[in-house]
């Protein structure tokens, strides 16, 4: 008699549910041949997005393309749903899948893993949600370097000194990682742009970075985030510490220190929150709303669940009542854990503890400039730079997308950065629309006339 096969679900394709699939390929292999196991992963995109190199694909210096990895290529032995999760039932082993097109529906298993991440964690500002753009996806990557050049061509063909300041005025909310490495990529390609735009100066591009505690970079410690604040200042870029964003209503951007300004470009990255499955589950919350872990990335008080990652509040054992760092340094180590003891608990072995000692932290600050605090060596410039290159070009998933990163940075050697922006890709139908318009128009009049 054919026993029918165990079913692992992996709800999310980032970090870990990419990183585990491929550990689950290698651990379960002969159960995977002789089809006593099957692995289905869902997840809106058909992609895992490197997100540590998103700010190098918004300033040009790496293909879109290459900070993603096609999960069906690189998991072939793993199914594959794009949609979304609409409802898990632990109790009863089933989930509710929602493709994008079609209808819903109940999907068994004996195995989930919660790997779904996060989104962006907003406040309700006034305009927010109209006028600024997350920096958390390949898309919004794409779409703010679009913006920003497009600025600049807005900016160079208009006499208007209002529109104009408008325009170039930038302002990024949030100095983490994202928001500072976004910030520092964006101007630094706006600074070799800004070459082939005669009409505009250095001095009339304004880049503002608004931050609500006193300090920038809390991850690379004090004394590297203090230097780096200074860095951005010489680059003339103004950093409002210790501010809120008020209200951003059509672009107007008014602060708690009463500053008040225009901008057509407002990038949100002011952190992170689970993903919302979480509040559509039967499976315990700890008080931040995220899935409660235990040290052995299984979920508390159920079996046969397992979470990692940013959607899971992860007990960090190396430093006692803290919890692991949402980010890709502790994503992927908990991710071949987290492989291993599903694994084991498959075949009724003994599930391993997650432990890593946080390494430290890099981070880039555009071409050539960095800063880096890793294992208490600190580094500042061209070292941390490289360093921050070297450390995620071994992150990156596959060789394939190795290389293709370290060409793009070959190439760039040799020839100077793409400034064109390719906006027109968001609304690709527009101009044909219009062109159907006009000939609906002519057809209309010529009616009229014959």
């Known amino acids: 008699m054919n026993r029918k096969p165990k079913h692992i679900v992996i709800v999310g394709g980032g970090y870990v549910g990419l990183y585990t699939g491929l550990r689950l390929q290698r651990t379960l292999r002969a159960e995977l041949r002789d089809g006593s196991v099957r692995i289905t992963l ?3 995109q058909s992609y895992m997005t490197y997100q540590p190199f998103l700010p190098e694909a918004a300033a040009g210096n790496i293909s879109p393309r290459h900070v993603v990895a096609p999960l069906r290529r690189v998991l072939p032995k793993v199914r594959i749903l794009n949609g979304r999760v609409a409802k898990v039932h632990h109790a009863a082993r089933t989930l509710v899948f929602e493709p994008a097109v079609g209808h819903s ?52 063909s208009t006499d208007d000194p209002d529109v104009r300041r408008r325009a170039l005025t930038f ?13 520092a990529e964006l101007e630094d390609m706006t600074e070799d742009s800004i070459k082939y735009y005669p009409a505009i100066q250095k001095s009339d591009l304004r880049w503002v970075l608004i931050e609500a505690s006193d300090r920038i970079l809390p991850e690379v410690g004090p004394e590297m985030g203090e230097w780096t604040a200074e860095q951005l200042r010489e680059r003339g870029i103004e950093l409002k510490m210790e501010t809120r964003l008020n209200s951003c209503v059509g672009g107007l951007v008014k602060t708690s220190d009463d500053d008040e300004f225009e901008s057509a470009t407002i990038v949100w990255t002011a952190g992170v929150k689970p993903s919302p499955v979480v509040d559509s589950t039967d499976l315990p919350l700890d008080e931040r709303g995220r899935i409660k872990t235990t040290a052995r990335l299984t979920i508390a008080g159920v079996k046969g669940a397992f979470a990692a990652g940013d959607i899971a509040g992860v007990p960090d054992i190396t430093n006692a009542g803290r919890y692991c760092a949402p980010n890709a340094q502790h994503a992927v180590r908990q991710a071949r854990v987290l492989g291993d003891n599903i694994t084991a608990y498959l075949r009724g072995q003994k599930l391993k503890d997650y432990r890593h000692k946080y390494a430290g932290s890099v981070a880039g600050l555009g071409l ?47 020839f100077k950065r793409e400034t064109i922006s390719l906006g027109e890709i968001e609304h690709p139908r527009d101009v044909f629309r219009a062109a159907a318009a006009r000939k609906g128009g002519q057809a209309a009049a010529q009616v009229k006339t014959s």
Do not use: C, Q
Request: no cysteine; net charge positive; glycine share 10%.
């Open 42 to 44: 869902i997840d809106p």
């Open 105 to 156: 529906r109940e999907i068994e298993y004996d195995v989930i893993v919660m790997a779904a991440g996060s989104i962006s964690r907003t406040l309700p500002i006034p305009g927010l949600a109209d006028a600024a753009i997350g920096f958390k996806t390949i898309g919004e990557a794409i779409a703010l370097r679009n913006r920003v050049l497009a600025l600049l061509d807005r900016a160079d």
């Open 171 to 183: 302002v990024v909310v949030g100095g983490g990682f994202a928001g500072i490495e976004a910030l």
């Open 368 to 414: 050539y400039r960095g800063v880096a605090n890793v294992y208490g060596m600190k580094l500042r410039g061209f070292p941390a730079w490289f360093m921050h290159r070297t450390y995620h070009l071994s992150r990156v998933p596959t060789l394939n997308r190795k290389v293709r990163v370290v060409a793009d940075w070959t190439l760039a050697l040799f």
